[in-house]
């Protein structure tokens, strides 16, 4: 570990990208008992579990992912990110600012997974 480079604080949420968002909640309601946190119609339909969140996502709202589980790590800002994200081996995709829900900056590591860094809104650049 490099002392130099601060820890995310917390794993934020983690999110399925969806194809049929709809039955999957029923799916992962009635199966594993999840309790409904916050629902965007069929957008993004979110879950407390525990102190995070795991959330269905449509492929719209998924992007940069296309499939798959995306983590999303919770970091105070994106200072020196992109530098660290190419001298490692993987690209740095964009940040999405969210207005009031913060931002969050997309990446893709060495093997072509997406990881999200989120940023809530006030913190640091």
């Known amino acids: 570990m490099n002392p130099a480079i601060e820890s995310p604080k917390r794993l934020q949420n983690v999110f399925v990208v ?3 968002p709809a039955e999957l909640h029923a799916f992962y309601e009635s199966a594993l008992g ?31 992912a296309t499939s798959g589980v995306v983590m999303v790590f919770e970091v105070d ?22 207005g009031a ?3 969050v900056l997309s990446l893709r590591d ?4 997406i990881v999200q860094l989120f940023k809530r809104q006030g913190s640091k650049q």
């Open 34 to 64: 999840l309790q409904l946190k916050f629902r965007d119609q069929d957008r993004w339909i979110q879950y407390g579990v525990g102190n995070t969140s795991v959330a269905l996502a449509c492929r719209e709202e998924a992007v940069p």
């Open 110 to 113: 060495p093997e072509g997974n």
């Open 77 to 98: 800002d994106f200072a020196a990110t992109s530098q660290r994200v190419a001298a490692s081996g993987g690209e740095v995709l964009g940040v999405r600012d969210m």
């Open 101 to 103: 829900h913060g931002a």
């Open 18 to 20: 969806a194809e049929r």
